[in-house]
């Protein structure tokens, strides 16, 4: 069974609109995480939150937004939504996100493609 | 801000023969944390190696790599290709500036492909 669980596994959004990506995590952990991969920029960090505290944001745009309504949880929201956002987004996490060699455990993945 | 080279996008390799992909870095810190990670075709990346000592061989499952700190390098080798070999591989920093956020820093990515 995976143990983070991201839904929906593929989408597609119109330019402008908004979208909430869910994550879940079953593994315990304490810090979650977002990344990005596209074509352009495979894997880029992008938001990292510890015990439910942002604790770094590496997006210059206001339009990403995390949400942490529970410490295993951690959505993305993206608001007016651009062709440039298409992109893979991985969930991620680790066990407390504060240490240099932790592990990072990547979720399955959403697909979003903005038309 | 930290950087990750890794020299080849593309690597395609004949199964039985040895693979070596290159990684370096940059990072004002001196004592940085490197790790491999891959990710298989419609699979999301997975851990492969880390290592933070200088110097000494890191391996798990047939790859290895060693950190020498000297030539900010990770490389990453195996002596025989095979054929699930074939993925897309991550070098990966970390280091004490990102002690508090959990934060990597990946290169480009190489993809391995190994022919029969």
């Known amino acids: 069974d995976p143990k983070i669980i991201q839904k929906p596994k593929y989408l597609v959004a119109v330019t402008g609109s908004e979208k909430i990506l869910i994550c879940e995590q079953y593994l315990g952990h304490n810090a979650m995480y977002w990344y990005r991969q596209s074509a352009k920029k495979p894997l880029e960090f992008m938001f990292s939150y510890s015990y439910q505290k942002l604790m770094d944001n590496q997006t210059a745009s206001s339009r990403f937004q995390p949400q942490s309504s529970k410490k295993n949880h951690l959505d993305l929201q993206i608001t007016a939504l651009k062709p440039d956002d298409s992109a893979t987004y991985f969930c991620?996490?680790?066990?407390?996100?504060?240490?240099?060699?932790?592990?990072?455990?990547f979720g399955s993945g959403t697909r979003l493609t903005v038309l | 801000g930290d950087s990750v080279t890794q020299t080849e996008g593309l690597v395609t390799l004949t199964e039985g023969l040895p693979v070596m992909l290159n990684c370096t870095y940059q990072t004002i810190y001196s004592n940085p944390f490197l790790f491999w990670y891959v990710q298989h075709l419609n699979e999301s990346p997975r851990l492969l190696l880390k290592s933070f000592t200088d110097n000494k061989r890191t391996e798990h499952q047939g790859f290895h790599a060693t950190l020498h700190k000297s030539s900010s390098s990770f490389h990453l080798q195996k002596s025989s290709a095979q054929l699930s070999d074939s993925a897309l591989y991550y070098c990966?920093?970390?280091?004490?500036?990102?002690?508090?956020?959990?934060?990597?820093?990946f290169g480009d990515g190489t993809v391995l492909t190994v022919k029969p």
């Open positions: 991620a996490s680790s066990q407390d996100g504060g240490a240099l060699a932790e592990t990072l455990y």
């Open positions: 990966a920093l970390s280091d004490r500036g990102n002690t508090n956020t959990g934060k990597l820093t």
